[in-house]
């Protein structure tokens, strides 16, 4: 008989929920990326985007202005005056209970009423100073004495409340047993801490310890360190309590402390742990103060609890700041933040740790030879297929696509097949893709026989060899007008959509990607993505033109597709001995020069495809006139229409037999 097993189950208590999905770096990756292209390093854009945050998503920025907004609540609630005005009001109470007392007393000795009343008129006007006064005072009203004894009481529970949390409520209406178990558990623990100090203690001395004493310790320390934190945390609140205080307030307390539980034993005690306490944690902070502006008194206790809360927030700042050297999320105390903020926050900033984790770990980052972060060629990839699959949806968007793709168009079969994916020109596979719709529909338990629905999944086209290839430049202009109007990083998306399509669906041609500004550069990739502004004017076509040219002649066999994105007319040119010559308005030398080296573009079979960026009059005709002249065209997509635009004359130019780039995007 097999055996029942018992199962309990509670509510989650924190942590990583095991339950979540993982993080989605495709956002991530994205506002990174468009950072990245806008001229960031790829750290700093990883840095802006955890303090950014995300949709729905907290960044490092928000919750920083939540703890600071925290912070400034707590010092605007409350004042520090509490626990005084409630040994004052106490005072009140007893002395004028005693004057009814002496007042209804007839059977009192005239004289012993008349010496009384003197003493309660004589009474110091401080607090701290009554309070002394009337140590000895024989009290004639048992209320006046109970109210005095309440004061002593109050003081002693107050006093061991701000170095041991809870020990207020715990305490009250204490017996004299309890206070004797508190004196001996302070006596036993100056004793642990001056043996720690000299170096004495063992492991089974702090087990002696928490035996004996462990119910004054619910945070249950697991060892003498772990308790010496937690009690020099709270101490070193105390102390910036009392630096709080003004002077005045701060002098009436150190005299009424003396008469914490009537004896001023308990101040000894206190005043030997925070001695052990301060040389066994120097470095918390024993001498800082703040300035509360509010109305809410508090006592001793709580108001070193809100101390111990306003550095705890500080401590969150500075983490959530993450100025300095090494600083990485994983430094987040969640518990605090959690403590502070609430769950929710505790979530997203583990949420972003994850994130960082996962760029930095899951190879989407690396550093080059120079030792400078990059966004990895697995980013690279990333980042180009999401560009590309929103320009397939731009271009899907475009009315009257039809479905004019030519069986065979890519090429001869080889007799094999695979699972369609975005891009495939190859003809299904008609058999193979029938096949897995049966055998998907009777794994589904459903029967085949009947109404067979295929999905994308079931598709198989048939792998060919491609037929002829391209060669394709595109040129992309760099001058600094790009960057000013906002057409730097359409220009890059742009760049990087053709650069995936090409590198994974057309492995066959061969991708040149020039930029011109003063000068041109044939450039890789990452090396365009990564490129910042230059505030340096001149736009030189002609050299941009001359690398496109002598890269279709690196490849006579491909077809020569010419890509061209530009926002103003040519304005330098390259001179015989390899300088730059700009001029504006552009000289007649500048064009000529461009022209001519447009007409060998135009001889090595390539028709150009123009983009014009922007509305400037001249580089509309000057364009216009180009491409009549080499039988091109021109193409003025919207910032936004650039990334489809750009794709879509590619795969028309490189597919003229019926090809509708449409066709790409099912």
Known sequence: MPRNRASRYGRYAGGPDPLAPPVDLSEALAAIGDDVMAGYSPERALREYLRRGSAGREGLDDLA??????????????????????????????????????????????????????????????????????????????????????????????????????????LENATDEDRAAINAMLDDLNELLGKHRRGDDTPEDFDDFMAKHGQFFPENPRDVDELIDALAQRAAAAQRLLRSMSAEQREELMRLSAQAFGSPELMAQLGRLDGNLQALRPGEDWSGGEQFTGEEGMGLGEGTGVLQDLAELDQLADQLGQNYGGARLDDLDLDALSRQLGSEAAVNARTLAELEKALREGGFLRRDASGDLRLSPQAMRRLGK?????????????????????????????GASRQWEFGDSEPWDVTRSLTNAITRTAGEGRDPDGKLRLQIADVEVVETEARTSSAVALLVDTSFSMAAEGRWVPMKRTALALHHLVSSRFRGDRLELISFGRWAQSREIADLTALPPVRQQGTNLHHGLLLANRFFRQHPSMQPVLLVVTDGEPT??????????????????????????????????????????????????????LARRSGGRVVSPDLADLGSAVVGEYLTARFRRGWDPGDWLE
């Open 65 to 170: 202005r939540r703890v600071h907004a925290r912070r400034r609540d707590l010092l605007s609630r409350y004042r520090m005056d509490g626990t005084l005005q409630q040994v004052t009001e106490l005072l009140d109470h007893a002395v004028d209970a005693e004057r009814k007392q002496l007042l209804r007393d007839a059977m009192m000795d005239d004289d012993d009423r008349a010496f009384r009343e003197l003493r309660l008129d004589n009474l110091s006007p401080s607090t701290a100073a009554a309070v002394t006064e009337l140590a000895d005072y024989d009290w004639a009203s048992t209320e006046a004495r109970q109210d005095y004894e309440k004061i002593k009481d109050l003081l002693g529970r107050e006093l061991l409340d701000q170095r041991f949390a809870g020990m207020k409520q715990a």
């Open 386 to 414: 999401a560009l590309l699959a929103d320009a397939a949806k731009q271009l899907s968007g475009r009315q009257g696509n039809r479905d004019t793709r030519l069986a065979g168009a890519a090429g001869e079969p080889t």
């Open 572 to 625: 330098a040119h390259l001179t015989g001995g390899g300088d730059a010559w700009f001029d504006w308005p552009p000289a007649p030398e500048t064009i000529a020069l461009t022209v001519a080296e447009l007409d060998k573009t135009t001889r090595l079979g390539a028709a150009p495809i123009f983009f014009r960026l922007g509305d400037d009059p001249g580089l509309e005709r000057f364009l216009g006139q």
